[in-house]
């Protein structure tokens, strides 16, 4: 059964940047079966999916953070990470990761992990 | 880009009841449309996939329906375990939208 946990920092100072890990385990993250990607949701709101990566480096990202974001694998961790630069506290979020199988649906997700983003 | 909206944003209903939540796509997306139910202060999981696909484990009281830009959730018998938020999502192709949420309580 896959599994995939977040980690990295709670608390993110404006115009800094978030960076989070995603571990997998039970499952290969060079499978050709997954994509693997990042969804927040903001205190209280909805979900939005930030963006995918498939283990060869393709990547998909939402057009309102594109500009800031960018998700990488390391296929020797078997681990995926995301990057958002220049936080507001708009970004403050719980941050799932996820693994998209065939088809392209989130069938599985880590626990999520709250990032504040405040001085 | 593909946009979802839901109706109704939420709705309560008496143990038992029929309900029905719907999800329209601003651009023809075929059946690649999955549904997942997010109970309070837990994950999401996924309850249908293309359009009317039962997840294994899911109950059969929830059904889906649909293709092209109109879906439709149904819940046959609402359970009280069923007060969740539920939400549509595209995965016709990138961006992977989803929909604004629909909560879902018990009267």
């Excluded at chain 1, 990042?38 to 205190?43: E, F, G, K, L, T």
């Excluded at chain 1, 979900?47 to 296929?75: A, C, H, M, Q």
């Excluded at chain 2, 996924?46 to 294994?56: E, K, N, P």
Aim: aromatic content about 12%; hydrophobic content about 30%.
């Amino acid at each position: 059964q896959l599994q995939l946990q977040e980690s990295g920092p709670g608390l993110v100072k404006p115009s800094e940047t978030l960076s989070l890990t995603c571990n997998v385990s039970g499952g290969s993250i060079s499978s050709s079966a997954y994509y693997w990607g990042w969804i927040r949701q903001a205190p209280g709101k909805g979900l939005e999916w930030i963006g995918s990566i498939y283990f060869r480096g393709s990547t998909y990202y939402n057009p309102s953070l594109k500009n800031r974001v960018t998700i990488s694998v390391d296929t020797s961790k078997n681990q995926f990470s995301l990057e958002l630069n220049s936080v507001t506290a708009a970004d403050t979020a719980v941050y799932f990761c996820a693994g998209q199988g065939a088809p392209r649906v989130f069938f599985h997700w880590g626990q999520g992990t709250l990032v504040t983003v405040s001085s | 880009d593909i946009q979802l909206t839901q109706s109704p944003p939420s709705l309560s209903a008496s143990v038992g009841d029929r309900v029905t939540i719907t999800c329209r796509a601003s651009l023809h997306i075929s059946s690649y449309l999955a549904w997942y139910q997010q109970k309070p202060g837990k994950v999401p999981k996924v309850l249908i996939y293309a359009a009317s696909t039962l997840q294994s484990g899911v109950p059969s009281r929830f059904s889906g329906s649909g293709s092209g830009t109109d879906f439709t959730l149904t819940i046959s018998s609402l359970q009280p375990e069923d007060v969740a938020t539920y939400y549509c999502q595209n995965y016709n192709s990138d961006p992977f939208t989803f929909g604004p949420g629909t909560k879902v309580n018990i009267k």
